[in-house]
């Protein structure tokens, strides 16, 4: 069986302070999180043509065909939500 190997860039995101924002107002956080998901993380990732592979609690892995692309997209997704109650860390891996 043949092996089929690619580049990808990775991002990955989280909430900062998840656990102490859920503590505090978990319904509103929740809340807030899956706004922030439809309203500018999931536009973006498909403007940049990204492909969301994981999503869990308040993470999310997504897949782009070059770091560029993975970059741009997540300076696209700080830059929306620069005044948002909810603080992302995002980080991007490229093998």
């Not at 929740?30 to 990204?50: C, D, F, K, Y």
């Not at 897949?63 to 005044?83: G, K, L």
């Amino acid at each position: 069986m043949a092996v089929q190997r690619r580049l990808a860039a990775i991002l990955v995101a989280d909430v900062v302070g998840y656990s102490r924002l859920v503590g505090h107002d978990e319904a509103g956080t929740l809340a807030r999180l899956a706004a922030l998901r439809r309203a500018v993380i999931e536009p973006t990732i498909t403007q940049h043509a990204g492909r969301l592979f994981k999503a869990v609690g308040d993470g999310f892995l997504v897949e782009f065909a070059s770091a560029v692309q993975a970059v741009t997209a997540a300076r696209a997704i700080q830059d929306a939500n620069a005044s948002g109650t909810l603080p992302l860390r995002i980080g991007i891996h490229v093998g």
